[in-house]
């Protein structure tokens, strides 16, 4: 079993600056954190950052370039998003997603909520 848990969400004002982590726990080995997800109320899931498990490669969406940056410590198994300058259209709820590399599976977090308002 592979479970990951997300924390750093929360309220904060516009301009203003979060950093999310997700740390995977129980059997990893065959498990890398891929990145961040995010849905907001009535929309589709969207991807918001992934890194690859080296982390020489990143992908981030149009919206987001040059506000976030994602990043991993492979040592512990985790994956954070620093989120700077923050909107309001970056209200949601992020999952951290986890990929088995042999079973060739996803795994999601519970989702952490963000709300950007002033």
């Known amino acids: 079993q592979v479970q990951l848990v997300e924390s750093g969400g929360g309220l904060v004002q516009p301009g203003g600056s979060l950093r999310l982590s997700c740390a995977a726990s129980g059997s990893t080995h065959n498990i890398y954190v891929k990145g961040w997800y995010r849905q907001a109320p009535g929309k589709l899931r969207e991807l918001v950052a992934t890194m690859t498990r080296s982390g020489g490669v990143t992908t981030y969406a149009d919206s987001v370039k040059g506000r976030f940056t994602i990043s991993r410590d492979n040592a512990k198994n985790t994956v954070y998003l620093q989120m700077n300058s923050l909107k309001p259209e970056d209200t949601a709820v992020y999952y951290c997603?986890?990929?088995?590399?042999?079973?060739?599976?996803?795994?999601w977090g519970q989702g952490t909520q963000v709300t950007v308002s002033s």
């Open positions: 997603d986890a990929w088995d590399i042999i079973g060739g599976k996803d795994y």
